[in-house]
């Protein structure tokens, strides 16, 4: 149905609509007065306000006249602003974030012909004088053999400014259970295999160890090991079972070398590769570790 607003002038005056029927006609100076109190009275709120004929509601007296008064191409009952309501049929009606075109397809294979498919291929998303395969000798209504899937009818989506910019528009969040699942799959995988070679890694050591006669000195160099593990400069992999010996590392409760004589013209002391060739003590000739200074 045409909305009054989209009917063209000339149509309005060849139905006998005119300038005449719609504007009021002139008023004397007593009736012009007498509205302009009530205007008065009305936004003094002495008198009731217009009441809106389509909607029901008061009309703000502030409203201007050029505002509350409607065109006389627009015809109305009554006083109303429904003229400066957006027109519900010109609006845009944009795509909801639930929309968005189809993606993948089912493979199913459909081995009955259906009432209303295309008698000539077999699907249902269009008649026999839309379709677009090889006309066939017999159709597909007749055969019931080879029928063709169904297209895919995608939705015009109509998107706005963000939406066509919006880098996560149409992204399932379910379909990320399945990434989730694979990486599952692959840490059960993974414990799996470490635990596999961690038998096998126990055994070893046991078949060795009932093979080996002196498995009291193996238990003292471990216990060695233990007791180096705990100094200064030693790491132990506990991966590997190695130990890592770092020479160049004191013990942090020790002095530095370089605090051993505080002399500027004393011995160099060299940062990066932590030795002091020459002797600290030799005005005070101590006893000293000449390792300690290599």
Request: hydrophobic residues 30%; negative net charge.
């Amino acid at each position: 149905m045409v909305s009054t607003s989209e009917i063209p002038v000339s149509k309005l005056l060849r139905q006998g609509i005119g300038i005449s029927d719609v504007q009021e006609g002139r008023k004397s100076k007593d009736e012009y007065r007498k509205q302009k109190d009530l205007e008065e009275e009305q936004k003094l709120g002495i008198a009731p306000a217009t009441v809106d004929v389509v909607t029901g509601r008061d009309i703000n007296p502030h409203i201007p006249e050029f505002i509350a008064k409607h065109p006389w191409y627009v015809p109305a009952d009554g006083p109303t602003l429904q003229h400066q309501r957006p027109h519900e049929e010109r609006q845009i009606k944009w795509s909801s974030i639930e929309d968005w075109y189809k993606r993948g397809t089912t493979n199913e294979v459909v081995t009955k012909f259906r009432k209303g498919a295309c008698e000539n291929c077999g699907a249902l998303t269009h008649k026999k004088k839309d379709c677009l395969e090889r006309p066939r000798k017999v159709g597909a209504r007749w055969t019931k053999q080879d029928i063709a899937s169904d297209e895919y009818v995608q939705p015009n989506l109509i998107l706005g400014w963000d939406a066509k910019r919006d880098r996560w528009n149409g992204y399932d969040p379910q379909t990320y259970k399945k990434v989730i699942e694979e990486h599952e799959r692959l840490e059960y995988t993974r414990k799996l295999i470490r635990e596999e070679k961690m038998r096998e890694g126990l055994s070893k050591e046991e078949t060795e160890a009932a093979n080996t006669h002196n498995a009291t000195e193996e238990t003292a160099d471990e216990d060695m090991y233990a007791d180096d593990a705990d100094m200064a400069g030693v790491t132990v992999d506990m991966d590997s079972r190695t130990r890592i010996t770092v020479r160049n590392l004191r013990i942090r409760e020790d002095t530095a070398k370089y605090l051993y004589n505080l002399d500027p013209n004393g011995p160099y002391y060299d940062p990066k590769s932590r030795s002091m060739r020459e002797n600290p003590f030799a005005v005070s000739k101590m006893q000293i570790n000449i390792n300690d200074f290599v």
